[in-house]
Every structure is written in C-alpha cells, then in structure tokens.
C-alpha cells in the first residue's frame, strides 16, 4: 500500500512539474526575500545612527562623568572605583576607544597675607575687603586658590621644565604640621610668582582637624600635546568655571590624596572624573535601547549612593532623538514585510489551485470523493466512471470505487482506452 502511494505521488508530481516547479521556486524566492530584508533593514538602520551620530562632534558624543566623595581614604576609594565600574564602565567597554579618569581634593585658601589693590584691581569682587582707616584707597583682594589632583601616565603627557618629580607623601598620624610635594604647570607658576622650592601654604575652607597644608613645589612642568583629548579631564572636569580666581592645581601622586592629606583632613571630599572616549563606528543600531538602559541605570544608582553625580554628554539625546524618527520610518518596512508574507501565503495555500482546475477541465464529469479504501470518483450522469486517472467509458454504472491495484489492472486490461492521462 505504502509502495503504491509513492508511486501515485511520483506520477503526480512529475505530471505536472511545471506547475511544481513555479511553486518551488516562487515559495524559495518569496522565503529569500523576507529573510534578506531583515538584513536590510538592520544594515538601513545602522547607516541611519551613523548618520545621525556624525551631525555632532566626537568630543560631544564622549561621556564625562564627575563624582564626588567624602570621607578621601583607600576604602572609599575602592568603593568609588567598583560602583562606577560595574555601572557605566565595564557595560560602555566594547563601544570605547580608551578611557582615564582622575582625582582631585576640595579647594583650598591660600593662607599668605591678601594683596593690597585698587578696588578696580581686584578681579573676586565677592573677596574685598575695605581696610579699615585706610588713606591710600587699597584693599586687600585674595583671588588664589589651591587644590590638588592625579594625572594618569603622567610621563608621556608632560615635560619638567624645572625640577623633578614628586613622591608620595604619607601622614604618619602624629605630627600636627603636614608637607607635600607637587609639581605645578609653568602658566599657573608665572602667574602666582611661583619656582622650584618655594612652599605654598593652603588653608582648608571647612572645619576639619588641621587647618593649614603646606605645598612644596619640586617642579614645573608643560603639556606635551595640548590638544590632546585626553586633557578634557583636567580642562572641564576640573577646570575652573570662573575667570575670577588665581588657581594653583597641584599634580601630587594619588597615595599622597588617599594616604596623606585624607588622614590628616578626615573630612576632606574628594572629586572624581571619568573621560570615556566614545567610538561612533562602533555603536550598532541594536545597541541604542541597552546603551540608553545603562546611562539611566547609572544616574539612578550612583545618585542615590554619591554626591555631585554628574553626567555630561550629548549621546543619550542622539540616541533618543534616532529612536523616535525610526519608530515613524518603520512603518514603510512594516508594509513591505506584509507583503511579503501574503506572497508566500499565497504560494503555499493556493498553489494547488491551478492542478484541479486543470483536472477537471480534463475530466468535466467527474469529481472526487474519498473513503476509508482509497479515492472514489463520482460521475454526475454522463454514463461514464471516472479512474484515478481519468474518465473510462463503457460502463452504465452510476458510481464506481476504485483503488490503486484496480487502476492499473484497468490500465493494462484496456491499454487503448480512451483514458485521459495527466
């Protein structure tokens, strides 16, 4: 029975291959179509980001994060740097090109004797203070301040002009007088008077267990590359938001921050910085959501456990702006997917329409039935039984049941019947 099934299949198709043969290949093309436009429509939107991301400068597009941090000592230190790595960092590491990032103390005053100037003379308005019985006019105007950080590899990003390095600096815990070492850029030197030597003294402007730290400068140094991208750390992080004040920015080791003044000012905060330089040509438009997802989830996080958190960068606005013209550009590819889904539809239910209409033009007087022994054919009173394959007259019978055994002892019985073979 299997064994005759088979070969009614393999006559049947091969009867009518042609049409077979459009079915196959229009099926396989309409299959071909819809999977190849999905990688269309990927590598569409891929272009468009891209697109979108170079309307903007690449520093604009980098990510600029400030933190800040109180108590300053190597346990907050390392609870600092794992939450911003675990948040932001390690997520953002496979669209980055290089990342650094740096710390810096809270400002200081500078404790020397205010310079006595003209009122117009005096740039910190909010600073003057008129001398009491003063006939000359002068009042004493202190703009200087103090503050000191970290620079990564530093060896390869300046050049010491004058002096030397400077070492680490650890507090002992007993001594009430304090002294570090730094080295100072040569701009801020020439502006404050300053040269290998001398001592800076810095007055804390907040309650703390010591009220003066003292500053020896070792060094004097220049940027090798000044335009240089990675100095955005020091010229916006910590630059000064103010053209009203003299800052003096220490360069010290971090161990002297940690492990120095930290100790000896235990209420001393700390400010940090992150420059993650972002590759454009590395986001995919299938990482916009999860780039948008990580950004929120760091605000959220570090918010609520750090003080100052500040994130500063244009790319969640790029990517925002992206999604919302993509939502209104898919549905044109909505509509093709569509229709290329109705083609295949059509080809797989439809497709054998065509063979029983070319049948029963064939066969007028017959159609089919079927039933537990095979196919019964029924003629609707033309006098003729209707085969398998065909009508075979001479029969006055009004219904007949054959099955494949029978057909083809008819066949070989009548060879010259006027069977139609399809």
């Known amino acids: 029975m299997i ?50 991301l170079s309307n903007h400068e690449p520093a604009a597009i980098d990510v600029i994060v400030e933190v800040g941090q109180v108590p300053t000592n190597p346990e907050s230190h390392e609870e600092m740097i794992d939450a911003m790595n675990s948040s932001l960092v390690n997520r953002f590491s496979s669209f980055l090109i290089q990342q650094e990032f740096s710390i810096k103390t809270w400002t200081f005053f500078v404790d020397l004797p205010p310079e006595r100037v003209l009122p117009q003379d005096c740039s910190c308005r909010t600073a003057i203070r008129i001398i009491p019985g003063s006939e000359d006019g002068l009042i004493e105007c202190n703009c200087r301040r103090v503050a000191m950080m970290t620079m990564p590899d530093i060896n390869n990003r300046i050049n010491i002009i004058s002096g030397v390095m ?27 008077g300053l040269s290998v030597g001398d001592i800076y003294p810095a007055e804390p402007h907040w309650e703390d267990a010591h009220d003066r730290v003292d500053v020896l400068v070792t060094g004097i140094f220049e940027r090798i590359d000044l335009e240089s ?10 630059g000064s938001r103010t053209d009203t004040l003299q800052f003096a920015r220490f360069v010290v080791p971090q161990e002297t921050i940690l492990s120095g003044l930290g100790p000896y000012l235990p209420d001393m905060g700390t400010d940090y910085a992150w420059w993650l330089d972002v590759d454009p040509e590395g986001i995919k438009a299938a990482d916009t959501a999860s780039i948008q997802d990580t950004i929120a989830s760091t605000q959220r996080e570090l918010r609520g456990n750090f003080d100052g958190f500040l994130l500063r960068s244009d790319l969640p606005q790029v990517l925002s702006a992206f999604e919302t013209d993509l939502f209104f550009n898919r549905l044109p ?33 017959c159609n089919f ?29 009004r219904r007949t049941y054959w099955r494949p055994a029978d057909i083809q002892r008819s066949q070989r019985r009548r060879p010259t019947s006027g069977a139609t073979h399809i």
């Open 3 to 52: 064994g005759n099934s088979f070969q009614l299949i393999v006559k049947r198709t091969l009867a009518h291959w042609r049409l077979l043969s459009a079915v196959v290949v229009g099926v396989v093309l309409a299959a071909t179509i819809m999977a190849s436009s999905v990688i269309f429509f990927d590598a569409l939107r891929d272009v468009a980001l891209q697109r979108a």
């Open 166 to 192: 400077p070492r680490a600096i650890v507090y002992d815990g007993e001594s009430d007088a304090f002294q570090i070492e730094g080295i100072l850029d040569a701009e801020s030197a020439e502006m404050l």
């Open 229 to 238: 991208p990675h100095w955005r750390v020091h010229d916006e992080a910590f």
């Open 333 to 365: 590819m909505f509509i093709v997917l569509i229709l290329i889904v109705l083609v295949v539809l059509y080809y797989v239910a439809f497709g054998r329409c065509p063979a029983q209409r070319s049948w029963s033009s064939a066969n007028p007087g």
């Open 369 to 397: 039935e079927a039933d537990s022994r095979g196919v019964r054919h029924r003629s609707r009173g033309t006098g003729s039984h209707c085969g398998r394959f065909g009508a075979i007259p001479g029969s006055d019978r």
